[in-house]
């Protein structure tokens, strides 16, 4: 799919206040590297194009809590070696590295608190920020700041105002728990009719096992199990998709006897059970 990308200086698209607000964060010392050599891409640049401000995305710091509503914000480099240097210049809290991104916790002077990842891995590093934003799985998270200038696709407007999920890519082994993420915490209403294809080519990817293994290494089988049944749930998995996961997860059920003091254990297959209505 082609997708062509409009380029706009934050001054035509911002309000002032917001503008403010994304000076406070390039005035924090802890990312002056990251701003000068990388880019802010995803969720924060797209809740900032739709007019939102900074104490709407990131939470205060004495209300935090880890439930998924707050946001991230995320910085993309050219290199590994530029966001490896970028990450090396913070003094932030509960500083840590997984397997793709350098991932910290920061505080701003007005005690909002967020967390911030420099996204290292050599194959999420790209050397434009079009080139990171169109390998996104959403066409709506596809918009960017770098410096500024602000950059997103044609086409981005019209599919926030159908609050609907434009699915475009379904590589990520993640996408699955994105998609519940933003349908739970981000007040979109479904997927576009044209997503359903690349959904169900992320039904067959999971079931094969095709992600790239050294860089989702520590994804296990619960979490696309926890996924499918999300999707599940949400109605956008259907008996043909189902089909996909028959004989790889199981429900197991325990029974107590306690006359005889003993334990009997069964296990269902999830996909038979979801398919014939009897999951739990």
């Given at each position: 799919?082609?997708?062509?990308?409009?380029?706009?200086?934050?001054?035509?698209?911002?309000?002032?206040?917001?503008?403010?607000?994304?000076?406070?964060?390039?005035?924090?010392?802890?990312?002056?590297?990251?701003?000068?050599?990388?880019?802010?891409?995803?969720?924060?640049?797209?809740?900032?194009?739709?007019?939102?401000?900074?104490?709407?995305?990131?939470?205060?710091?004495?209300?935090?809590?880890?439930?998924?509503?707050?946001?991230?914000?995320?910085?993309?480099?050219?290199d590994e070696s530029t966001a490896n240097i970028a990450a090396?210049?913070?003094?932030?809290?509960?500083?840590?590295?997984?397997?793709?991104?350098?991932?910290?916790?920061?505080?701003?002077?007005?005690?909002?608190?967020?967390?911030?990842?420099?996204?290292?891995?050599?194959?999420?590093?790209?050397?434009?920020?079009?080139?990171?934003?169109?390998?996104?799985?959403?066409?709506?998270?596809?918009?960017?700041?770098?410096?500024?200038?602000?950059?997103?696709?044609?086409?981005?407007?019209?599919?926030?105002?159908?609050?609907?999920?434009?699915?475009?890519?379904?590589?990520?082994?993640?996408?699955?728990?994105?998609?519940?993420?933003?349908?739970?915490?981000?007040?979109?209403?479904?997927?576009?009719?044209?997503?359903?294809?690349?959904?169900?080519?992320?039904?067959?990817?999971?079931?094969?096992?095709?992600?790239?293994?050294?860089?989702?290494?520590?994804?296990?089988?619960?979490?696309?199990?926890?996924?499918?049944?999300?999707?599940?749930?949400?109605?956008?998995?259907?008996?043909?998709?189902?089909?996909?996961?028959?004989?790889?997860?199981?429900?197991?059920?325990?029974?107590?006897?306690?006359?005889?003091?003993?334990?009997?254990?069964?296990?269902?297959?999830?996909a038979l059970s979801r398919m014939t209505g009897d999951a739990?």
């Open positions: 799919m082609e997708i062509e990308f409009v380029s706009k200086n934050i001054s035509d698209v911002l309000t002032p206040g917001q503008i403010e607000d994304l000076r406070t964060l390039q005035a924090m010392p802890e990312l002056s590297k990251a701003f000068s050599t990388g880019w802010i891409a995803g969720g924060f640049a797209r809740h900032m194009l739709l007019g939102g401000r900074i104490h709407t995305y990131f939470q205060h710091d004495k209300f935090w809590s880890d439930d998924g509503n707050h946001g991230d914000l995320d910085f993309f480099f050219p090396s210049c913070t003094n932030m809290l509960n500083s840590g590295r997984m397997a793709f991104a350098h991932s910290i916790s920061a505080r701003s002077t007005s005690g909002l608190r967020f967390k911030v990842q420099f996204v290292s891995h050599p194959t999420l590093c790209k050397p434009t920020l079009e080139d990171t934003i169109k390998r996104f799985d959403f066409l709506n998270c596809m918009v960017g700041i770098e410096g500024d200038t602000i950059t997103y696709p044609v086409g981005w407007r019209e599919a926030e105002d159908e609050r609907r999920l434009k699915i475009v890519s379904g590589h990520s082994p993640f996408l699955g728990g994105r998609i519940l993420k933003y349908l739970t915490h981000r007040g979109f209403e479904g997927i576009t009719d044209d997503s359903l294809q690349v959904l169900k080519e992320w039904f067959a990817s999971v079931a094969g096992s095709k992600f790239d293994p050294d860089l989702y290494r520590h994804i296990d089988e619960k979490y696309f199990q926890k996924s499918v049944d999300g999707l599940q749930n949400a109605g956008l998995v259907n008996k043909e998709d189902l089909v996909f996961f028959i004989n790889r997860w199981k429900i197991i059920h325990h029974e107590m006897s306690y006359g005889h003091s003993t334990t009997i254990v069964t296990h269902d297959d999830w739990a």
